[in-house]
């Protein structure tokens, strides 16, 4: 890998690999994805993600509508992540996440 995969969401989200900003993201839900994998930081089925999503949706819709958006998340930040089911952000991948550190930092003695 190499590169650190950062992600940004305390003020606007903001995503970038080795310092370069990701901007190919074609819909809002897939940073929204990224960003729900890594607060999780524990691997989400398929049927989770695709109910949180796209509640109210058919099943069938839903999980098509999330096959697309994993799509996309694979093209921008695929080293990352495991678009596999369970999705979850691959073990041993270098990543941090602004908020994670503000609640890490804020909750130290």
């Known amino acids: 890998m190499g590169k650190r995969l950062e992600i940004f969401t305390l003020g606007q989200c903001t995503v970038t690999i080795?310092?370069?900003p990701v901007t190919d993201f074609n819909q809002r839900k897939v940073?929204?994805?990224?960003v729900y994998l890594a607060c999780k930081n524990l691997p989400q089925s398929r049927d989770l993600l695709a109910?949180?999503?796209?509640e109210g949706q058919p099943d069938g819709?839903?999980?098509s509508n999330l096959?697309?958006?994993l799509?996309?998340?694979r093209k921008t930040i695929g080293e990352f992540v495991c678009?596999?089911?369970p999705v979850s952000i691959h073990d041993g991948a270098?990543?941090?996440m602004d908020s994670i550190e503000f609640d890490a930092l804020s909750s130290a003695p």
Do not use: C, F, K
């Not at 940073?31 to 990224?34: I, K, S, T, V």
């Not at 109910?51 to 796209?54: A, C, G, V």
């Open 67 to 69: 096959r697309v958006v």
């Open 31 to 34: 940073p929204a994805l990224l």
């Open 61 to 63: 819709r839903a999980l």
């Open 18 to 20: 080795g310092g370069e």
């Open 94 to 96: 270098d990543w941090w």
């Open 51 to 54: 109910e949180l999503l796209w």
């Open 83 to 85: 678009t596999d089911d």
């Open 71 to 73: 799509s996309n998340l």
